[in-house]
C-alpha cells in the first residue's frame, strides 16, 4: 500500500494511493462500515500505534477500493461519495508530522565514505533530528541567515510500526511497517564548526519526509533500489541502496539497544555519495534551486529551497 497523510479541504487524513487516484479512507470507512471513522485513521502516527489490527482495517479498505474500481461505474460511484480524488487535486503532508523520534545514521554508504577519503566504520553512527524539523513534499526547504553551506543528502527511511527494545536481527524486520524517501538537509558549516552534528542537521524543515509511506509488501527488497537526488535538474547523486553498510536489520537492532523503538519512529538509513560539500568544487544550495529525491518503488520527494525571512 502507498499511505499518505491528505488535506482534503481543512480536513487533514490518512489516505492512498491507487495510480493517479488518491482515496479518503475515512469517507470509505463510513461508506462501507456505517460509521464515522476511528480516531487513528486521521493521524499516521495513531494509525500505526493502533497495531496490526489498524493496518489490517486500513488493508481491507484497500482491498474494497481496489474491487470497486474495477468493476462497472465504480470509480463514479467513490467519486460521488468523496472517496476519490486525482493526486494533483490534493496536497500531500509528510507521511508521519509527529515521529516520535528521528534518528539518522551517518556515513551508511560505502561510496559515501570513499568520496570523503574516509574508513567504513565498524559500527553504526546515530544521530537525531527533532520533529519539529519534519516537513512534506512540495513544501519549501528555508535555508537560514545562519549558514552558507546548505547541503542535500537523499536517503531511504524506514518507519517503525512495533514497539520493541533489544531487537534481534532475525526478528527486526517485523518491526518495520514501511518505508519513505527521506533528505537530510545539513548547514556544513555549523555541523563541522560544532564538533557534533546536531544543530547543522535539526533546522526547521531540514528533513523533509514523503510523498508517501510504503508499506513493506510493497517493496520486495528495500536493499536494492536506485536512489538518484538532482538540484535544478541535475543529477547529483546516483546509487543504489545496495551500498549500504548497515543493512535495516542491522540498523533495527543496533538502535533498538540504546533506545526503545515506538510506532511512528523514523530511521534515515544514511546517503550516497555526491553530496554537495565533497563535490570538485563544492555545490551549496541557495533560494530557489528545487531539490528532487527519488528512490525507485518509493516515490519522488520534491522541494524549493527558500531563504529564510526574519523580517
Known sequence: MYLATCEFGKESVVGSRIADDLFHLGAAYRYWFGEDAPVWMKDMRSLLEGGQTAIDR????????KTTLSASGGREALVKRGIV????NVRLAAPILNPGKI???????????????????????LFSKFSSAITGPEEPIIRPQATTRLDFEGELAFVVGKRGKHISVNEAMEYVVGYTVFNDVSARDLQ???????????FDTFAPTGPFLVTKETVENPHDLRIEVRVNGRTMQSSSTQNMIFDIPYLVHFISGVVTLSPGDLVATGTPAGVGVFRKPPVFLKGGDEVTVEIEKLGTLRNTVVDEDTG
Open 58 to 65: 486500513v488493508r481491507k479498505l484497500d482491498d474494497k477500493i
Open 85 to 88: 480524488h486525482r493526486l494533483g
Open 103 to 125: 534518528i539518522c545514521v551517518g556515513l551508511n554508504y560505502k561510496d559515501h565514505c570513499l568520496e570523503q577519503e574516509k574508513p567504513m566504520p565498524t559500527s553504526p553512527i
Open 192 to 202: 563541522f564548526s560544532d564538533g557534533q552534528w546536531l544543530r547543522g542537521k535539526t
